[in-house]
């Protein structure tokens, strides 16, 4: 288990912030009536993991065998990430809004964080020092994320955090590094996209109107 990533690593995220990522990839359509959920069981969240660089193969493979053999330890851990990754979710999205997050949400990640630095440690690394997780267990997620959530808030980024405009309810979090703080999507690819199609379809329609009128 000496593999567990350590928090200040070279990890794989796409908005800077593994609270964020973990909001954004493990569900879809997050700000719709209905999300999609792709932690469906633990070696969905243990492969999550793998894929931002948290865990290494050995890692995945014990936590895997660990769950297996105490299968509601294991579903209690991955409900209580799910619980964390919602309160995060809720949390930064009110702030992405500008809007004040809910008490409850903040006691809750407190909780979530007292938890976390029971098990959290520093140690030595070859350009100082990082932090590490001593104990390891089928709550391994719950520790970077927590910090990661408490990094964010206190971090001089917060103004920076923002959610995708899509009508859909695509629900991204990002962190706007943009000059102009006018990011507005998840990406121009997709939310982006369909917003200039459509905005050129109505435009489209409207001048088809304004044609018709004109027609004797
Ligand atoms: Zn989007």
Redo the contacts with the bound molecule.
């Keep these: 288990m000496s593999e567990l990533a350590r928090y200040r690593g070279a990890l794989r995220l796409r908005e800077r912030w593994l609270c964020l990522e973990l909001c954004n990839a493990t569900v879809d359509w997050h700000a719709s009536e209905h999300p999609v959920e792709h932690i469906q069981d633990y070696s969905d969240l243990v492969a999550w993991g793998r894929e931002v660089g948290l865990l290494g193969p050995q890692a995945s493979a014990e936590l895997n065998a660990l769950a297996a053999k105490e299968p509601k330890t294991a579903g209690e851990a991955m409900t209580r990430l799910v619980n964390l990754r919602e309160v995060c979710y809720r949390t930064f999205a009110e702030i992405a809004h500008r809007r004040t997050p809910v008490a409850g949400d903040v006691a809750e990640l407190n909780r979530f964080l007292a938890l976390s630095l029971s098990a959290a440690a520093v140690t030595p690394a070859s350009d100082g020092f990082v932090w590490s997780w001593q104990a390891i267990d089928l709550d391994w997620a719950l520790w970077p994320l927590t910090r990661s959530a408490a990094d964010l808030l206190t971090s001089d980024e917060l103004d920076r955090v923002g959610q ?3 009508d859909r309810g ?3 979090l990002f962190i706007d590094t943009t000059r102009s703080r006018r990011r507005r ?3 121009m690819e ?3 996209n369909r917003a200039k199609q459509r905005r050129h379809l109505q435009r489209e329609k409207l001048g088809r109107g304004r044609r018709s009128r004109e027609m004797p």
């Design positions: 995708c405009a899509d695509c629900g991204w999507w998840c990406s997709s939310c982006g």
